[in-house]
T-cell receptor, first 116, second 109 residues
Framework: GAVVSQHPSRVICKSGTSVKIECRSL??????MFWYRQFPKQSLMLMATSNEGSKATYEQGVEKDKFLINHASLTLSTLTVTSAHPEDSSFYICSAKSPGKDTEAFFGQGTRLTVV | GQNIDQPTEMTATEGAIVQINCTYQTSGFNGLFWYQQHAGEAPTFLSYNVLDGLEEKGRFSSFLSRSKGYSYLLLKELQMKDSASYLCAVMDSNYQLIWGAGTKLIIKP
């Protein structure tokens, strides 16, 4: 199956700093990538849909100036958490759909962000 | 509104069979997915149903009834490694995934 690589898997940062998370599709071109957030024991919550070469579409309630998404190429999307606060601590997961394959969404390994 | 319901937690015995149900109400339907998620890890794809009926894949099977807005995931010959959360997700008319909260499956020896 297709491979999506997400980096880093774990990051600890100080309050007020910014953290960048990368999501790469390794063996296919992903025109669309999705960023999710998951709190412990809760469902995945879609934050935004990232389209290559255009602005991301954010879900209601997600601050686009705080969660900056860039999808500069067909294989890379990045999520930057700016001015991080402890309440931003969460599990962030990206996924990508291979063109013509709506039957599966391939997930990255996830990033555990802890803001101290 | 859009809603996916599945039980919060289930317990089963190693070697047995367990059925995890999922009911949904969404704006449009473009398929239903089941994912397995171990604690602290990203979800992994298990199955996809878009037509009514049963899809079998090894020890796992998934069933869909679109008229009833209902699906189940059937796990046979349970193994300890099957202890995980099982997520039901529906792709709506905009091809967005709507996620259930997940069912935590506990396997006992």
């Amino acid at each position: 199956g297709a491979v999506v690589s997400q980096h880093p898997s774990r990051v600890i940062c100080k309050s007020g700093t910014s953290v960048k998370i990368e999501c790469r599709s390794l063996d296919f071109q992903a025109t669309t990538m999705f960023w999710y957030r998951q709190f412990p024991k809760q469902s995945l919550m879609l934050m935004a849909t990232s389209n290559e070469g255009s602005k991301a579409t954010y879900e209601q309630g997600v601050e686009k100036d705080k969660f900056l998404i860039n999808h500069a190429s067909l294989t890379l999307s990045t999520l930057t958490v700016t001015s991080a606060h402890p309440e931003d601590s969460s599990f962030y997961i990206c996924s990508a759909k291979s063109p013509g394959k709506d039957t599966e969404a391939f997930f990255g390994q996830g990033t555990r962000l802890t803001v101290v | 509104g859009q809603n996916i319901d599945q039980p919060t937690e289930m317990t089963a015995t190693e070697g047995a069979i367990v059925q995890i149900n999922c009911t949904y109400q969404t704006s449009g339907f473009n398929g239903l997915f089941w994912y397995q998620q171990h604690a602290g890890e990203a979800p992994t794809f298990l199955s996809y149903n878009v037509l009514d009926g049963l899809e079998e894949k090894g020890r796992f099977s998934s069933f869909l009834s679109r008229s009833k807005g209902y699906s189940y995931l059937l796990l046979k010959e349970l193994q300890m490694k099957d202890s995980a959360s099982y997520l039901c997700a529906v792709m709506d008319s905009n091809y967005q995934l709507i996620w259930g909260a997940g069912t935590k499956l506990i396997i006992k020896p």
